[in-house]
């Protein structure tokens, strides 16, 4: 039940620090309400988290930030986000081609443009993923604006991370309720769909969806490991192994520091580690292939 050091990790889920991190979630502030989300927070999900990372200081280089932990701790790829605006990502892709992975985050509200930037995102960067924030968005998982993007991503062979469970930022979480991939997975039975962000409360559902659809993943972005769900370690150990895979919150929510302090302590059985931390990232995302 050691963690093992010798994996070379992927984490699924890295961002680049920020000199105000507000910036990044300003596209939620139509749907926030109350003051502190909109007035006081640094970022949405705050109240949930202690020991924040510091926002990035000035004359800082975030992407040397970001390259620096992974150094430190073992992390061979890290998964970006690409697009407009994420300078950041593109010197990152451009100076560590193989340290990180891109994927593209997707609106459904924007329809048809949702779809070309898909591809435009494809074309230009290769993107291994794409990425969605259903309470962010106010789009529910198995709405019909999803669809042409699903379609998509099974056309490109791109698996979607799509947020899961109760949403940390104040906002309605109708649109993440994990009963509404049933019939993702249903009615795309190509498409690789990966739950975000805990699934929770309804972590016992995500177990038993995952057994039912064999493309359907789940990862621990967003929870410190020794909050990772019992239902999840348990699975991982048992039946589901090669369908739990790692993913940090690196730096919106959690340091490196306190993730890796608390990894080891995680009960996975021995067999479960590797494809944990690599191996079914690796296979989702189609790299090492």
């Known amino acids: 039940m ?53 926002d990035l200081e000035d004359n800082v280089d975030p992407v040397a930030v ?33 340290r990180f992975i891109p994927s593209a985050s997707v609106d459904p509200n924007q329809g048809m443009d949702a779809v070309r930037f898909l591809v435009e995102m494809h074309e230009r960067y290769g993107i291994k993923a794409a990425t969605t924030f259903p309470a962010g968005v106010q789009v529910p998982i198995n709405d019909k604006r999803y669809y042409p993007i699903y379609a998509k991503c099974v056309e490109l062979d791109i698996p979607i991370f799509v947020c899961a469970g109760v949403p940390g930022p104040r906002v309605p979480m109708a649109p993440q309720k994990v009963e509404l991939i049933d019939e993702v997975c249903w009615f795309f039975p190509e498409l690789r769909f990966v739950m975000r962000h805990g699934a929770e409360p309804w972590t016992d559902l995500a177990v038993k969806l995952m057994l039912k659809w064999p493309n359907l993943y789940y990862s621990t972005s967003a929870f410190a490991p020794r909050h990772y769900p019992r239902a999840i370690i348990d699975y991982a150990n048992t039946r589901g192994a090669d ?11 959690l340091t490196y520091d306190r993730i890796f302090a608390e990894l080891p302590g995680v009960p996975f059985d021995d067999e479960v580690w590797p494809k944990f931390l690599r191996d079914n990232a690796a296979r989702v995302l189609k790299i090492d292939q």
Do not use: C, W
């Open 2 to 54: 050691a963690m093992p050091t010798d994996v070379g990790i992927i984490d699924t889920m890295v961002g680049f620090p920020k000199p105000d991190r507000r910036e990044v979630y300003k596209f939620l502030a139509p749907h926030l309400r109350d003051k502190e989300s909109l007035e006081e927070f640094r970022f949405p999900a705050q109240y949930m988290f202690k020991d924040v990372p510091p």
């Open 66 to 98: 970001v390259v620096d932990n992974l150094d430190r701790f073992g992390i061979d790829k890290a998964m970006i986000g690409v697009g407009p605006g994420r300078d950041d990502a593109d010197r990152a892709l451009k100076d560590f081609p193989d």
């Open 243 to 253: 369908k739990i895979i790692y993913a940090g919150y690196f730096p919106a929510g």
